[in-house]
Structure formats: structure tokens, C-alpha cells
């Protein structure tokens, strides 16, 4: 039973991989930034874990800060993304000022909790 659930993941993978070979070079760029977020969001948690949190607003302005751009980000992958019917009309520029435009107003409320 455990021999057929290591082959079934295995396909998995292997089909998963197969299908992000076609995946456009801009899609490709943009989840790698979506992952460099999580992961320092990742970093600023074990590093509270181990150090302690003590400005800790600091703490959460570091981590939300992350998590919001990674979140935009995938929300510009979505428009962009020329296999998605939904944002057909939308313009990757228009899609790219969007994000532009909610990561600055992102940042100024992280800069404002700051203090």
C-alpha cells in the first residue's frame, strides 16, 4: 500500500515539473519573488522564535510586509497570466501599475505602524 502512495507522488512531481516547463519566463520570475517573500517572512519567524520579539511591532511590520507583497504578487500573476480568461482585457502594464501602486500604499501603512 505505502509502495503505490510513493509512486502516486511521484507522478505527481513528475507531471506537476512537466507542466512548469511551459510556464512563461514572467510567471516563472514572479513566483520566484512570491517565494523570496515567504521564505524572509520564514527567516523574521525563526529569528523571533530564537531571539525574542521584543519591538515586536517591528517584528509584525517585518512579516506583514512580506506576506502582503507575496499575496500582490500572486494577485499580478493572476492578471498577467495570458491563460486566464478573466483578466483578458487587462493590460500586463496596467496589471504591473496596480501592483506597483498597492505595494507603495502597503508599504506606507507598514512604515506608519511602525511609528
Not at 17 to 33: C, F, M
Not at 42 to 61: D, E, K, T, W
Amino acid at each position: 500500500m505505502a509502495r503505490s502512495t510513493s509512486k502516486d507522488a511521484q507522478d505527481l512531481f513528475h507531471s506537476l515539473r512537466s507542466a512548469y516547463v511551459s510556464t512563461p519566463t514572467n510567471l516563472k520570475i514572479i513566483d520566484l519573488y512570491v517565494f523570496f517573500a515567504v521564505f524572509t517572512a520564514l527567516i523574521q519567524v525563526a529569528y523571533m522564535a530564537l531571539v525574542g520579539s521584543f519591538p515586536f511591532n517591528s517584528f509584525l511590520s517585518g512579516v506583514l510586509s512580506c506576506i502582503g507583497t507575496a499575496v500582490l504578487a500572486v494577485c499580478l500573476r493572476i492578471q498577467v497570466n495570458k491563460e486566464n480568461k478573466e483578466f483578458k482585457d487587462l493590460a500586463p502594464e496596467r496589471a504591473f501599475a496596480d501592483f506597483v501602486l498597492c505595494n507603495l500604499v502597503l508599504h506606507l501603512v507598514i512604515i506608519n505602524f511602525l511609528g
